[in-house]
């Protein structure tokens, strides 16, 4: 399950996203200005491929790069919206808290918080 926060205007709205049940864990590798996305591992399906673009030292914005995979409808919108903002919160031994945050155009700001573990 994952919680959102969605606020537009002067309104806020929380939701949580079932996840299938078969998603067990995600694995990242990064690269320079890459990241790799595997749903349940290295192996399972393909990988989805992200750009990293730093904004400073604790703050990058992730999109989808096109020209690795196709884009379905969802991550297309992503893109259009400018993508993920992924702000650091702090971090505590080998995981990073962090803030995922996308504006849309229509001014609807939808956020996530998170862990993402190294191991």
Not at 12 to 40: A, H, Y
Request: charged share 30%; glycine share 6%; net charge negative.
């Amino acid at each position: 399950m994952k919680k959102f926060t969605i606020i537009k205007n002067d309104s806020v709205q929380e939701f949580t996203l079932n996840l299938d049940s078969i998603v067990t864990n995600t694995v990242v590798i990064r690269k320079k200005g890459t990241q790799m996305e595997w749903i349940n591992g290295i192996g399972n399906e393909q990988p989805f491929h992200e750009i990293i673009e730093w904004i400073d030292d604790c703050t990058y914005r992730l999109t989808y790069d096109e020209s690795k995979m196709e884009l379905d409808e969802m991550k297309k919108w992503t893109n259009d919206n400018n993508g993920i903002v992924v702000s650091k919160r702090r971090i505590e031994k080998n995981c990073m808290f962090y803030n995922a945050t996308m504006t849309t155009n229509s001014g609807e700001t939808i956020s996530q918080n998170g862990v993402i573990c190294k191991e």
